[in-house]
């Protein structure tokens, strides 16, 4: 049973920090590298099946039956005839702007399956991969499908504030092992005694890779030794956020690192394991709200009767739409992705290094969690102040770094940049940093 309904016992959820950042970046007239979000729009043949499906709200099979080969003037030919059609006779139903199976579309869940069988080589049926409403409310769903009020759940700090938050909600109880810089190795490291301890006992563990906010890579003996943990106990399972998966960059020898699937290369754990994914970050599409989870089968039952009665389903003319998105080219995947972002780290990273920020560049994702300690204007100040002092003074929105933490005060000396946005925001930001911020002189 949950605990009583005293005060005390209230769930401790607040409103997310990093949205409420990129609120006073818009009240400050900020260049925002708060928010983890692209200001440049999807594919064009993504938006075009958008818009396709809105307006004709019928299947037409423009997507599906061809294999997404349609191309983008054909795409435009039929919304121009849509637009253009005064004739009702032809709009007697519409399917794609109304309810569609919780689970989601058939169609699209088969273009996730096969979109996972083309870039990993894993098989999965449609029928343990449900569409869900973003990887946020994958990741909820998948916890209060395999926890219960008092589980331990294992989340590896800095965190991303919703995992946190959603074990508050579902009273769960988060158990922390903190990454460290390792500035010699340019790299995060966990302490393995401190990893075992947290997961003895634990129901499940959260693990986020490419990792954000530190752009942690966790490689192939790390995941190794997480699963082996997690089989250790009785019934403990994994579950994955993987919304950077594409955006992984070269080691220092140059050799590209690639995202790992855990129940793809460690089979033995796929019972256990639960992968949560999105499009958003993927397709520049963060305001589509259209995710997957691909569960054991085992579990899926559960785990749909728990989404359904949560969301209901996933926006239906997404669904459809990503169809497009699930189709493009593998080039767009291992290619585009791995290196639209890697430019924009760099000379952002190489600007905040210049005037005192200590930086490890991310092996992924697209983030920079920097040390701030050393510039001269933050110098002593909380994160928060530090975070409100560039808001206010230089006129760039970041994130404060013990918003990222809930057991150690690592975060006190910290901020998150996302240099996921235009060229020209970046070159802004670093402009303004520049003008404003120096070095400390020893």
Same mark, same amino acid.
């Given at each position: 049973?949950?605990?009583?309904?005293?005060?005390?016992?209230?769930?401790?959820?607040?409103?997310?920090?990093?949205?409420?950042?990129? =609120?006073?970046?818009?009240?400050?007239?900020?260049?925002?590298?708060?928010?983890?979000?692209?200001?440049?729009?999807?594919?064009?043949?993504?938006?075009?099946?958008?818009?396709?499906?809105?307006?004709?709200?019928?299947?037409?099979?423009?997507?599906?039956?061809?294999?997404?080969?349609?191309?983008?003037?054909?795409?435009?030919?039929?919304?121009?005839?849509?637009?253009?059609?005064?004739?009702?006779?032809?709009?007697?139903?519409?399917?794609?702007?109304?309810?569609?199976?919780?689970?989601?579309?058939?169609?699209?869940?088969?273009?996730?399956?096969?979109?996972?069988?083309?870039?990993?080589?894993?098989?999965?049926?449609?029928?343990?991969?449900?569409?869900?409403?973003?990887?946020?409310?994958?990741?909820?769903?998948?916890?209060?499908?395999?926890? =219960?009020?008092?589980?331990?759940?294992?989340?590896?700090?800095?965190?991303?504030?919703?995992?946190?938050?959603?074990?508050?909600?579902?009273?769960?109880?988060?158990?922390?092992? +903190?990454?460290?810089?390792?500035?010699?190795?340019?790299?995060?490291?966990?302490? +393995?005694?401190?990893?075992?301890?947290?997961?003895?006992?634990?129901?499940?563990?959260?693990?986020?890779?490419?990792?954000?906010?530190?752009?942690?890579?966790?490689?192939?003996?790390?995941?190794?030794?997480?699963?082996?943990?997690?089989?250790?106990?009785?019934?403990?399972?994994?579950?994955?956020?993987?919304?950077?998966?594409?955006?992984?960059?070269?080691?220092?020898?140059?050799?590209?690192?690639?995202?790992?699937?855990?129940?793809?290369?460690?089979?033995?754990?796929?019972?256990? +394991?639960?992968?949560?994914n999105s499009l958003g970050k993927s397709a520049s599409a963060t305001g589509w709200r259209l995710g997957w989870?691909?569960?054991?089968?085992?579990?899926?039952?559960?785990? =749909?009767?728990?989404?359904?009665?949560?969301?209901?389903?996933?926006?239906?003319?997404?669904?459809?739409?990503?169809?497009?998105?699930?189709?493009?080219? +593998?080039?767009?995947?291992?290619e585009t992705l791995s290196s639209r972002y890697i430019h924009r780290i760099r000379k952002l990273a190489d600007?905040?290094?210049?005037?005192?920020?200590?930086?490890?560049?991310?092996?992924?994702?697209?983030?920079?969690?920097?040390?701030?300690?050393?510039?001269?204007?933050?110098?002593?100040?909380?994160?928060?102040?530090?975070?409100?002092?560039?808001?206010?003074?230089?006129?760039?929105?970041?994130?404060?770094?013990?918003?990222?933490?809930?057991?150690?005060?690592?975060?006190?000396?910290?901020?998150?940049?996302?240099?996921? =946005?235009?060229?020209?925001?970046?070159?802004?930001?670093?402009?303004?940093?520049?003008?404003?911020?120096?070095?400390?002189?020893?």
């Amino acid at each position: 049973m949950p605990p009583t309904d005293t005060i005390d016992d209230e769930p401790q959820v607040k409103e997310s920090v990093i949205r409420l950042m990129t =609120r006073l970046a818009m009240q400050y007239n900020a260049v925002n590298l708060s928010q983890g979000f692209p200001n440049e729009p999807p594919p064009t043949k993504v938006k075009l099946a958008l818009a396709q499906a809105v307006l004709s709200g019928k299947d037409e099979g423009l997507l599906q039956n061809n294999h997404c080969d349609i191309t983008e003037e054909e795409l435009t030919d039929s919304i121009i005839k849509l637009l253009t059609n005064n004739s009702s006779e032809d709009i007697v139903t519409d399917e794609l702007n109304q309810y569609s199976p919780p689970m989601g579309r058939a169609d699209t869940r088969k273009a996730v399956s096969e979109y996972y069988s083309r870039l990993y080589n894993y098989i999965v049926s449609e029928d343990d991969i449900t569409l869900t409403l973003g990887a946020t409310e994958a990741v909820a769903t998948a916890l209060r499908t395999v926890g =219960r009020p008092g589980d331990k759940v294992v989340v590896f700090e800095p965190f991303h504030e919703l995992y946190s938050s959603q074990c508050e909600i579902f009273y769960l109880n988060p158990a922390y092992v +903190t990454l460290r810089p390792n500035e010699e190795k340019n790299d995060w490291n966990y302490d +393995t005694d401190e990893l075992k301890d947290a997961i003895q006992g634990a129901k499940a563990i959260i693990l986020n890779t490419p990792h954000n906010p530190t752009g942690k890579c966790f490689d192939r003996n790390e995941l190794k030794q997480i699963v082996d943990l997690c089989l250790e106990e009785e019934d403990c399972y994994i579950i994955t956020d993987e919304i950077y998966e594409h955006m992984t960059y070269p080691d220092d020898n140059g050799t590209p690192r690639k995202h790992l699937l855990i129940p793809e290369v460690f089979p033995e754990a796929a019972h256990r +394991t639960l992968v949560c994914n999105s499009l958003g970050k993927s397709a520049s599409a963060t305001g589509w709200r259209l995710g997957w989870c691909l569960h054991p089968p085992a579990l899926s039952s559960l785990y =749909r009767g728990v989404h359904d009665q949560l969301v209901a389903m996933a926006p239906h003319p997404m669904q459809y739409a990503s169809l497009a998105y699930l189709n493009l080219p +593998t080039e767009y995947f291992r290619e585009t992705l791995s290196s639209r972002y890697i430019h924009r780290i760099r000379k952002l990273a190489d600007a905040l290094r210049s005037i005192g920020f200590g930086v490890i560049l991310p092996e992924g994702s697209y983030y920079l969690f920097v040390n701030f300690e050393s510039v001269e204007e933050l110098k002593g100040l909380s994160p928060k102040d530090a975070a409100m002092y560039l808001l206010k003074e230089v006129g760039v929105a970041s994130v404060p770094g013990d918003n990222f933490y809930g057991k150690s005060d690592d975060g006190k000396q910290y901020l998150r940049f996302a240099a996921c =946005r235009s060229d020209t925001d970046i070159d802004n930001a670093i402009l303004r940093l520049k003008e404003k911020l120096h070095p400390v002189i020893m």
